[in-house]
């Protein structure tokens, strides 16, 4: 009875280690499921893939125009500002001082032209019309003794001494009059007032201008990428206070590979991603092809200018450009996360009619962001697996992906 059941038992172990190793030797107890991608024919993209920097569209230093004690700094390193935003303010007690000393000045020359003209000419008016008529008086008493002293009835003494009189109230009279015109809006006195009144005027309107560059403004909306003042640091005129970068127009700096130059164009369309924003997708065009190689790097100077970048984007981020230089019709397309690189080769892993996992080598060519195009190595309709930890005639079951 033991006897028999222990052949019993040896039978059963058997028979279950001959069935595993049934299964193991077609691969049903060990298949792996495995993402995977059909080959098809898509329209692409040509394009040249390369790396670059984020610039401004240029870079300016903001010197003082005085010389004086700085009272305020309102930014630091890395700030954005906007068009005509206060950075900066010098002590202005010196330069308020002298303003008010130029109003004041100018004041007093208005307040003597209008006291010129409202009451010296009126009393100037005045005296000349109590002269004119004396003077009209002694013309008409004149006439009268002129006809005494022909006819004899006074002596020549007595007619002389009249005439005296007559040409001294006529020199009074012509001074009266004298005063009236130069008291007049248009007299002398008047038109000395008023070169007075403009000379100080435009003492004032400068003082005024040069009080406004005690406040430092910036020219345009930028970043502040460098800061060499400090509040009561003393500058002199023409010390950089700050650099300001321009931020209304943001620019991809790169150095292409003169063998890549001859499909690029003026215009050509591009896309600007990066590691820092990942999901942030930015348009460009080139705007800038450099006319000559450096001969060191063998790399041409180019520029491309981004199209509504976002405010997050920061001067300095390395990003990568993707320029659409041609588009190609029905191209084999498998994405690069399909890809093994290897030797500076590359590599899809496939599947036989078997289900088992073979790894082919392709041509590709040229590649986008994401994607490689083929042009040797698979065919349309080829599934392709995601290459993670296979092995060559390892049994995988495909899990297309949509």
Do not use: C
């Not at 930015?282 to 790097?297: K, L």
């Amino acid at each position: 009875m033991k006897l028999n059941t222990k052949v019993l038992i040896i039978t059963i172990v058997l028979g279950i280690t001959i069935f595993l190793s049934f299964l193991f030797i077609n691969g049903f107890a060990f298949t792996k499921s495995v993402e995977a991608y059909e080959v098809t024919k898509k329209d692409v993209l040509n394009t040249i893939i390369t790396n670059g920097k984020i610039v401004p569209k240029k870079t300016i230093d903001i010197k003082s125009p005085i010389s004086g004690h700085i009272k305020n700094v309102f930014v630091k390193e890395g700030d954005l500002v906007t068009k005509e935003d206060t950075i900066i303010t010098f002590d202005k007690r010196e330069i308020t001082r002298k303003v008010e000393e130029a109003r004041v000045s100018k004041e007093l020359f208005e307040i003597s032209l209008e006291k010129l003209l409202e009451y010296s000419y009126k009393s100037a008016l005045e005296e000349l019309k109590i002269v004119e008529l004396n003077k009209k008086e002694q013309e008409n008493e004149i006439e009268r003794l002129s006809v005494l002293f022909e006819n004899g009835a006074i002596s020549s003494k007595e007619y002389e001494k009249f005439l005296n009189q007559y040409e001294q109230i006529k020199a009074k009279y012509n001074l009266a009059k004298m005063k009236v015109e130069n008291l007049q809006s248009n007299g002398i006195q008047a038109k000395e007032l008023r070169a007075k009144i403009k000379q100080a005027n435009t003492i004032l309107e400068s003082t005024k201008l040069l009080k406004a560059k005690y406040d430092i403004k910036v020219p345009f909306k930028g970043n502040i990428s460098k800061l060499y003042s400090k509040e009561g640091l003393f500058v002199t005129v023409g010390e950089s206070l700050v650099t300001l970068e321009d931020l209304r127009e943001l620019y991809v700096d790169i150095q292409l590979d003169e063998r890549e130059i001859s499909s690029l164009k003026i215009g050509q369309k591009a896309l600007i991603s990066s590691q820092a924003y990942p999901q942030q997708k930015i348009n460009g065009v080139v705007d800038y092809i450099s006319p000559s190689v450096d001969e060191n790097r063998g790399t041409v100077d180019v520029k491309i200018k981004l199209e509504n970048p976002p405010n997050n984007l920061k001067t300095g981020l390395t990003v990568s450009a993707e320029i659409i230089t041609d588009s190609i019709k029905s191209a084999l397309v498998i994405p690069k996360d399909f890809i093994e690189r290897e030797d500076n080769s590359l590599y899809v892993w496939t599947v036989d009619n078997m289900d088992y996992a073979i790894k082919k080598k392709i041509n590709a060519k040229f590649e986008t962001i994401d994607a490689v195009i083929v042009d040797k190595g698979v065919t349309e309709g080829d599934i392709v697996l995601r290459p993670n930890n296979l092995e060559e005639g390892q049994k995988v079951k495909a899990l297309i992906k949509e």
